[in-house]
């Protein structure tokens, strides 16, 4: 059964999760030793608080020191989202805006060359997005963490390169989280580091994160690593002081623990709704770093052939990644990687669902292992999105629609719909479709519950005595809201042509042959190619039996939603009545 972690209480969710431990824990320990990590720490953070948690490995390979939820590693390019979100509290206390030119805080980028004549001039929001034009710089960043304020200023000086004019496309940056560090101590009168810590940190409880080793905390250190020809050395650079303000860009060491704080803290902000927003920053304005602003190119990585195709698309949002994927909708989170560390956080706002991983070997592969466990506990837990609740308005329509499907009133349509309504289709084509409606499926039972897309958007199914009607309405954003468009569809079930037609299209996907195609299709068409797609199926899913019946006649046309071992998919078929075989059939993955 699917649930929803929003639809149970805290404690119901938290034990489901801690279920997933000890799956977790072997997954983790498996990857850590296939990567030869020195030590990985994990977290899953769900209902406002972690979860579960643990860590593999040693801290220091030197004294034997092990890892646990509380050591700290450096988070790397993880601190851009701590200084994201430094810039949205200044701006929502109206001292800056996101679109003010860089140049009115740092007079040292007047004198930067432009790559063309219309290049919009440099803005906050650029340089926030990865939007400033600059090339890609991680390696070179990754040496920037000990500048001064002093000679941080003396590199704005020389000038910056541009690949590409600002705003024209997204480019990884350390270089503009640098300078949004500069601003942020500019605008706010303190160091950076300072502000980071008392506006943000101390406020979340995050107690044992700082920005150098030598910070006084009780927590365990972890020591960063590198491997050399097979052995783990530690890393010189590992320790690099965060000397000033350019350390906006990666600097932070945190924890298991305190990163739950922040997932936690981003979670919180969906869904919108009333109440205390915390002292922190606000909802709206967590939301707001959480939605891509800077499309970029899909990162392809090749699927397993047979496996289900994912496909993603988004970009960078303030200081986050957020994206949409095709099975798990709303994605957000960030990478971290520096000379001794790797480390990932990854959440899901509509599952309130987040994971966080830490390592102490450079670069360490951090991104797979965070999205295996946060698959793996969708897959395993049965969780769902946080549903969608429908209006007030919309479960008012709903009822009125269904008296009119029963039965006409020219007053309750009056009332019931928008002014486009019947200037897009006249009042006699709807009179003429429902009577239409009411003749082919006879009397109607109680509609299932509205599925919502939208507070004011959904569908729902309505039985017949006749097979059923799929509905389907969008309310107009009136006051009252009226409905402004109605879709109903007719269902039927496959008489006996069709269903022994389609009986024997599902006997086929287990063997597929000539023969067999020969009997199912008409000569007129394309056995070749019906034969070649079944043999696909055939190797994808394996055999098919029917789940549900879509949409269709019942006659000439159906579609239905199968079930086999590979997943779920869909096929469209059409039936020549004359000779009862199959005219045509199209499969697809279930949408």
Not at 4 to 15: H, L, N, Y
Not at 323 to 342: K, N
Not at 496 to 501: E, I, P, Y
Request: charge should be neutral; charged fraction near 20%.
């Amino acid at each position: 059964m699917h649930v929803s972690a929003s639809t149970m209480s805290g404690s119901e969710w938290i034990e489901q999760v801690m279920a997933a431990k000890p799956a977790i824990e072997q997954s983790v320990a498996d990857f850590a030793a296939r990567h030869q990590l020195p030590s990985l720490a994990y977290g899953v953070i769900s209902a406002g608080r972690l979860a579960v948690s643990g860590a593999v490995g040693l801290a220091e390979l030197t004294t034997g020191v092990r890892a646990d939820a509380a050591t700290r590693y450096r988070i790397a390019s993880m601190t851009k989202s701590f200084a994201a979100v430094a810039v949205l509290q200044l701006r929502d206390a109206g001292l800056l805006s996101l679109d003010d030119p860089v140049v009115r805080y740092l007079p040292e980028v007047a004198a930067l060359v432009y790559p063309t004549g219309d290049s919009p001039q440099l803005t906050l929001r650029h340089l926030l997005t990865m939007a400033p034009g600059w090339p890609e710089d991680n390696p070179w960043g990754d040496r920037q963490l000990s500048l001064d304020d002093a000679a941080f200023s003396s590199l704005l000086a020389e000038g910056v390169t541009f690949a590409a004019a600002p705003d024209t496309q997204y480019e990884y940056s350390n270089l503009g989280y640098m300078i949004l560090g500069r601003v942020v101590a500019r605008v706010a009168g303190m160091p950076f580091q300072h502000y980071v810590n008392t506006r943000i940190l101390t406020p979340l409880g995050m107690i044992s994160s700082g920005w150098n080793p030598e910070d006084a905390h009780e927590q365990t250190l972890a020591h960063g690593y590198r491997l050399v020809d097979g052995h783990h050395v530690e890393d010189a650079l590992a320790f690099a002081r965060s000397a000033g303000d350019a350390a906006a860009f990666g600097g932070l060491y945190a924890s298991v623990e305190d990163m739950a704080r922040w997932v936690a803290f981003f979670l919180d902000a969906w869904p919108a709704r009333d109440g205390d927003e915390g002292g922190v920053l606000r909802r709206s304005s967590r939301r707001e770093m959480q939605r891509c602003t800077n499309l970029r190119l899909p990162v392809w990585s090749g699927q397993r052939v047979g496996a289900p195709v994912r496909y993603e698309a988004g970009g960078y949002g303030y200081g986050l990644f957020a994206w949409l994927s095709s099975d798990l909708g709303r994605i957000v989170g960030h990478a971290g990687g520096l000379p001794g560390f790797g480390s990932h956080m990854l959440w899901l706002p509509d599952y309130d669902l987040g994971v966080v991983t830490l390592a102490n070997l450079t670069y360490a592969p951090a991104v797979p292992i965070t999205v295996q466990i946060l698959r793996s506990l969708v897959a395993t837990t049965g969780v769902t999105p946080r549903p969608v609740r429908p209006a007030a308005a919309l479960e008012m329509a709903q009822a009125r629609v269904s008296r009119l499907i029963e039965a006409w009133d020219d007053a309750l349509a009056d009332d019931l719909f928008a002014v486009n309504f019947f200037l897009d289709e006249p009042r006699t084509r709807w009179q003429a479709r429902l009577a239409a409606l009411r003749s082919r499926h006879g009397g109607f039972g109680n509609p299932s519950a509205i599925e919502t897309t939208n507070p004011l958007r959904g569908a729902w199914t309505v039985q017949g005595e006749r097979g059923w009607c799929r509905i389907w309405l969008t309310l107009a954003p009136t006051v009252p809201p009226r409905v402004q468009h109605l879709s109903i569809i007719s269902i039927f079930p496959p008489n006996a042509a069709m269903q022994a037609a389609l009986d024997a299209l599902l006997a086929a996907t287990a063997n597929p042959t000539r023969r067999r195609v020969a009997r199912i299709f008409t000569k007129s068409s394309d056995r070749t190619a019906q034969l070649k797609q079944l043999r696909i199926v055939n190797l994808l899913y394996g055999a098919c039996t029917l789940e549900a019946i879509l949409e269709g006649d019942g006659e000439q046309r159906i579609v239905a939603r199968l079930q086999s071992e590979g997943g779920p998919l869909d096929v469209e078929v059409t039936l020549d009545t004359r000779t009862g075989k199959l005219t045509g059939a199209e499969f697809r993955a279930a949408g």
